[in-house]
């Protein structure tokens, strides 16, 4: 059963790979962002699509981490309350 869920999860793995990659071929028309008067250098789009999503995968995980710790520090103190 290890074998197939390892088989399946480097199927899934190669396809996100593979998509990734059509994206960014797909998307190589060069785009300037302008924000607050910053404007970045000419860049393709893709770059700027899958630097949006990794900056958001990092910043999940890390906003989840410190909800985590807050309700743990929470759940600490109302035990020790009780006691």
Known sequence: M???KRAV???FS??????????????QQPTALIFLG??????P????FIGAL???MAV???????????KASRLKRRLQAQV
């Open 14 to 27: 190669l396809l996100i790979m593979f998509g990734v990659v059509i994206f960014t071929l797909e998307n």
């Open 38 to 43: 910053w404007r970045s250098p000419e860049l």
């Open 60 to 70: 999940g995980p890390l906003m989840g981490f410190i909800a985590y710790q807050r």
């Open 2 to 4: 290890r074998n197939v």
């Open 9 to 11: 999860l480097a199927v």
């Open 54 to 56: 990794l900056v958001g």
């Open 45 to 48: 789009q893709s770059f700027f």
